[in-house]
């Protein structure tokens, strides 16, 4: 058990719609990651928050956001859902970001859109 | 800007004998480099991690991997497999100077799904 926390495991919904996926960090872990596991592209880096605030973006679609909240866990909202958007939605915290800390990962969210 | 190439997709061995999983990487700065493994429906987990101290690096479940610049590789070893050790393995890269907060995700390779033979 990692001790992250990805809720819901899965999640069924069709084109156009707009889903909210919920991370609870480990305890104790300010950086929260999200990352996205697709057959065609692999896993990629969507974005990274420390302690509430936005730190990096990676390839991350403008339909997508996401926030921190005070309390660390995190949220990632995708909208106007596309049938590529189906994919695996992993959350991932380490303790600060440096480089050396490793991150843990939740056992992701598989999203489904009909 | 950095990268990982993951030079085989698949590998099947039998079981007791040695798993070899080979990465090469390519990064701007000092790069810290990771294994992750994961089973079917799981998320990853780490293996083991290379932070600019012994070459060598041990792991978990009997895993081991070798840092090594000249060769810019970071090759997965295990003496002898088991059929538990079924799984895909990502090699992982994230370099960047930044101290403090670290403004980047990790580089994942494409993955090298695991076989073991009975």
């Known amino acids: 058990d990692s001790g992250v926390t990805q809720t819901p495991k899965h999640l069924i919904t069709a084109t156009g719609q707009r889903v909210t996926l919920r991370c609870s960090p480990r305890s104790g872990d300010l950086s929260v990651y999200w990352y996205q596991q697709s057959l065609d592209q692999g896993l990629q880096f969507l974005i990274q928050?420390?302690?509430?605030?936005?730190?990096a973006k990676g390839n991350i679609l403008e339909r997508f956001s996401a926030q921190q909240f005070p309390d660390l866990h995190s949220e990632l909202n995708l909208s106007s859902l596309e049938l590529g958007d189906s994919a695996l939605y992993f959350c991932?915290?380490?303790?600060?970001?440096?480089?050396?800390?490793?991150?843990?990962f939740g056992d992701g969210t598989r999203l489904s859109i009909l | 800007a950095q990268s990982v190439t993951q030079l085989d997709s698949h590998v099947s061995v039998s079981e007791g004998t040695p798993v070899l999983l080979r990465c090469n990487y390519s990064s701007s700065y000092s790069p810290s480099l990771f294994w992750y493994v994961q089973h079917p429906n799981k998320g990853l987990q780490l293996l083991l991690k290379y932070t600019s101290a012994a070459t060598l690096v041990k792991g978990i479940n009997g895993f081991e991997a070798e840092f090594k610049k000249s060769e810019t590789s970071f090759h997965l070893t295990k003496p002898s497999a088991h059929m538990s050790d079924a799984a895909e393995y990502f090699c992982v890269v994230r370099s960047g100077d930044y101290s403090g907060g670290g403004a980047d995700g990790l580089t994942f390779g494409k993955g090298t799904h695991l076989i073991i033979q009975p």
């Open positions: 928050y420390y302690n509430g605030e936005e730190r």
């Open positions: 991932a915290s380490s303790v600060g970001g440096s480089r050396n800390q490793p991150q843990h």
